[in-house]
């Protein structure tokens, strides 16, 4: 299955993507809140990894809520960024 958006994904921390972190990738991209930021899932060992930059916290927050209701995950580590000057920007 090739998952194809319009974003790049962010750095995938040198590895290649397992099944398991395309699956959580394809869960993230599917959420109309986020499918047009870019945030990368890593999962290891039922622990998922997210990084990227958002502009609110509520995308950061809606990500890691995704994350956690993933089946078989036991933790979840975000490595999100907020972007304060793109927040300023859009509240404009």
């Known amino acids: 299955m090739t998952i194809q958006t319009a974003l790049p994904f962010p750095k995938t921390f040198g590895h290649p993507l397992s099944g398991e972190d395309r699956e959580e990738q394809k869960r993230l991209l599917e959420d ?21 930059t958002v502009p609110n916290a509520k995308l950061r927050d809606r990500a890691l809520e995704i994350a956690r209701g993933a089946p078989g995950t036991g933790t979840v580590e975000s490595r999100i960024e907020v972007d304060v000057a793109a927040t300023k920007q859009v509240d404009r």
Request: avoid cysteine; charge should be neutral.
């Open 32 to 52: 109309d809140d986020l499918s047009n930021v870019a945030i990368a899932a890593r999962v290891s060992k039922g622990v998922v990894t997210l990084s990227g």
